[in-house]
């Protein structure tokens, strides 16, 4: 792990492998080590950085939202930290935002996009007031007490019932999330622009990803995305719920590396 002074906060981060860049953005409320399999994966051909986002994980958070596009300057900083002109970028939902936002503010420094288990639209008027009230909850009581809800939205039942490290995990991401920067990120997501009559200028190729059995961010979501990006490519990986690189980890990196080998001249 080492950090970086960025936008005036520390920001934590793993950089590891050699060759073309892949930044890889987490979902919420977790942080960078969920891209364990993924780094391990892709290291041999490829250098991957992999954040945590400003107020979760090691990276400090400021005061007030933390939204999308802040996170996505604070993810073109770190690049430029770091001496990287341009990198494939993507996340898993939240971080699908944050790299939706990326290219909008920072589309030069994007070779390439993935997309995993995210949407392009924002909140309802009924989500907004959902992430209010967790985010109020949370700040009250932590972050465990989202993590019995959330793990069963994010995993399939199959999981939950059979793959207790898998659980554990999970939980422990949750159960780690410093309060303040999960609320602060709950309300950045919440007045995230709707980015789906942006996504015909998404001009770089793009993979998205998504379980067939995401709750939270359905697979008619990833459709959508996959119409409106030309050229786009789109993945299901069965068997998986809202976390498709934490419970099949081997179909997920299988699609991804293909995925970039096939960007390398």
């Keep these: 792990m080492a950090t970086a002074r960025v936008r005036g906060i520390e920001m934590a981060y793993d950089d590891v492998g050699r060759g073309p860049a892949v930044v890889l953005l987490h979902g919420f409320p977790f942080n960078r080590s ?4 993924q780094r391990k994966a892709l290291a041999e051909s490829y250098r991957v950085i992999t954040p945590d986002l400003r107020g979760m994980g090691e990276t400090a958070g400021g005061d007030g939202p933390a939204t999308m596009d802040e996170m996505a300057h604070d993810v073109a900083a770190l690049m430029d930290k770091l001496g990287v002109e341009r990198a494939a970028v993507g996340g898993l939902s939240m971080g699908g935002y944050v790299t939706l936002a990326f290219y909008r503010r920072h589309r030069l420094r994007a070779r390439a996009l993935l997309l995993a288990d995210t949407r392009a639209g924002a909140d309802t008027d009924e989500a907004r007031k959902t992430r209010e009230e967790q985010a109020r909850k949370i700040l009250k009581d932590g972050t465990t007490a989202l993590a019995d809800d959330f793990l069963k939205k994010a995993l399939t039942p199959e999981t939950l019932a059979e793959r207790p490290l898998v659980v554990a995990r999970v939980r422990e991401m949750i159960r780690k999330t410093d309060a303040r920067g999960a609320a602060n ?12 009559s942006f996504l015909e200028d998404v001009l770089v190729p793009t993979l998205i990803l998504v379980g067939s059995e995401d709750q939270l961010t359905p697979p008619k979501e990833a459709e959508t995305l996959r119409r409106e990006i030309r050229g786009s490519r789109l993945e299901v990986i069965e068997n998986a719920s809202h976390l ?5 980890p081997e179909e997920f990196n299988r699609a991804l590396k293909t995925f970039l080998d096939e960007l390398q001249p």
């Design 34 to 37: 969920m891209w364990d399999e």
């Design 185 to 196: 990120a709950l309300r950045g997501m919440a007045v995230r622009l709707d980015q789906t």
């Design 244 to 248: 498709s690189n934490v419970e099949r």
